[in-house]
């Protein structure tokens, strides 16, 4: 007798029953994944309910919270969405979020350093700074965010640093844009739940 399991990660599988005395031989999940070639499914799938998409490798994801969906569940899309624009996200899953999206915000850097530049600690942290700085000049001052695939714009940069490479327009207008909304949510959720006594007026 055999059966298939329904789980994502393990649905390729068929098992054998021990019909002798029912027990059923497991390989470890993570095991069987690495074998696969294929990675850990994030934490953050366990705020959404998984949808299957026909012919389509790829699961859509449905937020528990809020019931809102995606056609495609992207982990980085549905962080920023409890972090940052799900209605009725717990505090606690909120705040987890927004600590994830400020902390991995250097770490997911999606940017692209020339090969006669010397990838060190310092320069990653200079890298950060400028993003940070970009991203606050685009957003204050009101600018699009077009403006950074302009080739004038470019030319612009490169004379000031030749060898900062500028983040895509997608990539500064969600990841970029995302990490620094969380820092900025993160600090005023801190201040709000540490204050007492506090009135409308």
């Known amino acids: ?5 329904d789980d994502d990660d393990l649905s390729y599988l068929n098992l054998n029953l021990d019909e002798s005395n029912s027990n059923i031989i497991l390989e470890d999940a993570e095991n069987v994944i690495h074998k696969r070639g294929g990675k850990k499914r994030d934490n953050v799938w366990e705020y959404f309910n998984v949808v299957d998409i026909p ?3 790829h699961k859509g994801a449905v937020c528990k919270f809020c019931s809102q969906s995606w056609k495609r569940g992207k982990p980085n899309e549905m962080k920023s969405h409890l972090a940052l624009r799900c209605p009725r996200v717990t505090y606690n899953v909120k705040v987890e979020y927004l600590h994830t999206i400020t902390s991995s915000e250097d770490t997911s850097k999606q940017l692209t350093i020339s090969d006669n530049y010397k ?7 200079e890298s950060a700074k400028v993003d940070k700085a970009l991203t606050r000049f685009f957003v204050c001052c009101g600018i699009p965010f077009s403006v950074v695939d302009s080739p004038f714009f470019h030319d612009f940069v490169k004379s000031l640093c030749f060898n900062y490479e500028l983040p895509k327009r997608k990539i500064l207008s969600t990841t970029y844009l995302d ?3 969380a820092s900025i949510t993160l600090k005023i959720e801190e201040e709000l739940h540490q204050a007492k006594n506090l009135t409308l007026g």
């Open 119 to 125: 990838k060190s600690d310092n320069n990653v942290t």
């Open 1 to 5: 007798m055999s059966t298939i399991i």
């Open 55 to 57: 012919n389509n490798p």
């Open 179 to 181: 990490a620094e909304s």
